[in-house]
Structures are given as C-alpha cells and as structure tokens.
C-alpha cells in the first residue's frame, strides 16, 4: 500500500472512529439507566468492552495478513457500524454486551491494522512522523466526540449519537474502500522463506536480522525477547492510562475539590495537546534515530502530569502539566510504534503488534481494579502513588532495552 497517497484517508477513518467512540463513553451511563438496568450490569456491560479490546488483537493481525490492509479495515468499521446501530434499536442487556464486546474487539482491530499498514508500508525515514499523524487524528476524534455527543444529548433522544456513530463508521468504511493499493504490495513468500521465518511462539532465529532504526545498526535480538520487551511496556503503559482515565475524574472532585467542567477541560488540553504535538513528536522522532529514548522521555513527561496534580490543585498549574502529558503521551505513541516498525521482520509484524496490544489491554482491566483495592484501603492519593509506579517501571524496562540494542552495535 502507498502510505503516502493513503495517509489522508487512513487519519479520516481514524478520527472517525475515535470520535465515534468517545462520543459514546459519555452518554453510556444515561442510555443504561433509561432501560432500567442495574449498577451491576452497567460495569459488566463496560467490563466486557475491554474483554474484546484483549481478544481482539490476535485476530486482527491474522484477518491483517489473509485479506490485506484494505479488507481488513472495512470488515472492522462494518463491525463497529453494526455495534453503534444496535445500541441505538436494542434495549436487552445481554445484546448489549455482546455489541460492547464486538466493539472493543473492532477498536483493538483498527489499531493493529493501522499501525501494521504503517509499519510495512514505512520505513525507519517517516515511520515516527506517519504515526503521529494517525496519532493526530485520533486525538482530535477523541476531543469532537464527547462535545458533539453532549450537545446532541441536549436537543434529541439518546439514540442520536448512537446513529450518528453508525453513520460516521459507514463514512469510514466508504473512505476505506478508497484506498489505493500497489499491485504488488501483497507479499508473497516461497516455502524456503517460510521456513526460514521466524517463530513467534518458540523465540527467533538469530541468523535473521532485524530491522533497525539506527543509522549502521547491527542489534540482533531474537522476537521472543522484543516480544516480551515491548509487551511489557505497552503494558505497563496502558495499565498507567487506565488508571489516570477511571480516578483523575474521582481525585479531583474529592482532593481538588473541582466541579465536573474543570475536570473536562483538564482531559480537553491534554487531548488537545496530544492533538498538536504528535506530528511533531513523530518528525522529531525519525530526526533522532532514537525511538526508545524519545518514548523514555514521553512517559517521563505523563509522570510530571501526574506529579504536578499530586502537588497543587491550582487550575493554571494542572492545565500545564496536562499539557505536557499530552505532549508525552504523543512522544510514547508515535515512537513505540514506529520502533516496532523498524525492528520487526515483515513478515511477523503485523502478528507482534496483535500481541503487544492484546496484551496490554488487559492491565486496562487489572490495573483499575489494584487500584480500587488502594482506594478502599489506603487513598486516593496512593492510586496516582501507584500510577507513578507503573510509569517507573515502563522507563525501566525501556532503558534496559535501550542498552542491549546499543551494546549489540558495539
């Protein structure tokens, strides 16, 4: 696939989708308890998106390899459009969940599908700069939706949004099938290849080299060893985001003392500044030629954030250090991503992003819940305590990383 040409089309169907998707997490509350639905099946509703964010990896990355970039984006936006129409018509619970789990299955799935597009169809030159555009607009999907989504609550039924999502993934899938593939951008592979291929599940063959995004690199580290690397950050990672996502919300209305619009406008400049800083972040990161450093310093960045929030509850001094968050957040995205790109063989790419994200995915469910235990026995404070903790952590394990690469130069 031509990125170049296809790159417009890739960020329209990802700001689409992530505003279908952020429009929705406002009004789900709402829509549940107009049908009468208990507590109890409202976070089993929401608990089974994230179990279809977890499966959905895996499978995203085979239906990736068997149709190709293209099929495969339009099969995830038809899932999404189906899931977005049925909570608009159904009122039953248990369909409800099915379509919750279907649509965090299809939003893992759009995320492994682009991020392998890019990784095969970039290069270690533009691979940081083509993810923070994707970066972008998934961003700005993510600061439209809920404003639209709250503004159309207010004049119509509950089921607008829900049809509006529909038709936005509709608008989505009609982009897809414009996208313009070479003739030869499906790879093929002889019988020797494949056998010299390596194995994701038994480790790599140490004769084959690795992509790089070093200038001269020779760095030789088998998959099964990046696999547990990058899971393992990704993890860490997304464990930390989760948590900042279900407590800030809590922490500052009862720590702060904030009313709910503070605290939106608090979500609103980091969305913002993720939006404005990931082109930049991802040119930047291409420029260096040394990813792993830039997302050490992108985590660093969100770990201010939440040190500047621990330590004031001063309006001017949260919003700055949301703003750098955001600036962080962009940083880890593009980078870890492209440096996926750059190490990974062709031919088990697509599969490794499938685990990593499937992987991360569940510290989105068990993180909150560690917290929960903190809120409970100890405080709120101890959450975000924690949070700095996972964030540590994910540095850490970049940093050990960093090292062996650069020792495998040596």
Same mark, same amino acid.
């Given at each position: ?5 296809? *790159? ?8 689409? &989708? ?11 509350? $709402? ?25 959905? @990896? ?5 239906? =990736? ?29 248990? $369909? ?32 940081? *700069? ?6 972008? &607009? ?13 503004? $159309?609550?207010?004049?119509?039924? $509950? ?25 030869? &951008? ?35 580290? %088998? ?8 899971? %393992? ?13 279900? =407590? ?33 972040? @991802? =040119? ?28 004031? &509850? ?97």
């Amino acid at each position: 696939m031509d990125i170049r040409r296809n *790159l417009p089309l890739l960020m329209i169907i990802c700001f689409l &989708s992530q505003m279908g998707g952020f429009m929705i997490l406002p009004l789900f509350p $709402l829509f549940i308890e107009e049908f009468g639905l208990s507590g109890w099946m409202m976070g089993v509703i929401f608990a089974l998106f994230y179990v279809g964010k977890v499966i959905g @990896g895996v499978p995203a990355a085979a239906l =990736y390899r068997k149709l190709g970039g293209q099929r495969a984006l339009i099969v995830m936006l038809f899932i999404l459009a189906v899931c977005m129409g049925g909570f608009a018509v159904s009122s039953a619970a248990l $369909l409800f969940g099915l379509l919750r789990l279907l649509q965090g299955l299809a939003s893992t799935g759009l995320t492994v599908i682009v991020r392998s597009i890019i990784g095969d169809g970039g290069n270690a030159d533009n691979r940081g *700069l083509y993810n923070g555009y994707i970066s972008s &607009s998934e961003g700005g999907g993510m600061v439209l939706g809920p404003v639209i989504s709250g503004w $159309l609550a207010l004049h119509w039924p $509950l089921s607008a949004p829900f049809l509006l999502v529909t038709l936005c993934c509709l608008i989505a899938m009609g982009t897809a099938m414009g996208i313009k593939s070479r003739p030869e &951008s499906k790879q093929k592979f002889t019988a020797e290849e494949r056998e010299r291929m390596p194995n994701l599940d038994s480790g790599a063959n140490p004769d084959i080299p690795i992509n790089h995004a070093y200038a001269g690199s020779r760095a030789r580290l %088998t998959l099964r060893q990046q696999l547990i690397g990058y899971g %393992t950050v990704h993890f860490l990672e997304m464990s930390a985001y989760a948590v900042f996502l279900t =407590y800030f919300a809590l922490y500052a209305a009862h720590m702060m003392h904030w009313d709910p619009f503070a605290t939106s406008l608090a979500f609103t400049v980091a969305g913002i500044s993720t939006l404005a800083a990931a082109p930049v972040a @991802g =040119y930047l990161s291409d420029r260096m030629g040394d990813r792993l450093l830039l997302c050490m310093l992108g985590m660093l960045m969100i770990g201010i954030e939440v040190v500047v929030f621990l330590s004031t &509850s001063s309006y001017a001094w949260v919003y700055v250090g949301m703003l750098i968050g955001g600036v962080g957040g962009a940083c880890y995205m593009d980078s870890f991503f492209a440096h996926i790109g750059d190490h990974i063989p062709d031919a088990g790419r697509s599969e490794v992003i499938g685990k990593i994200v499937s992987a991360a995915e569940i510290g989105s469910i068990i993180s909150p819940l560690i917290a929960a235990l903190l809120v409970e026995y100890v405080s709120l404070y101890a959450v975000f305590v924690f949070n700095l903790v996972l964030i540590a952590a994910a540095i850490a394990v970049q940093a050990v990383m960093r090292s062996r690469y650069r020792a495998k130069q040596g």
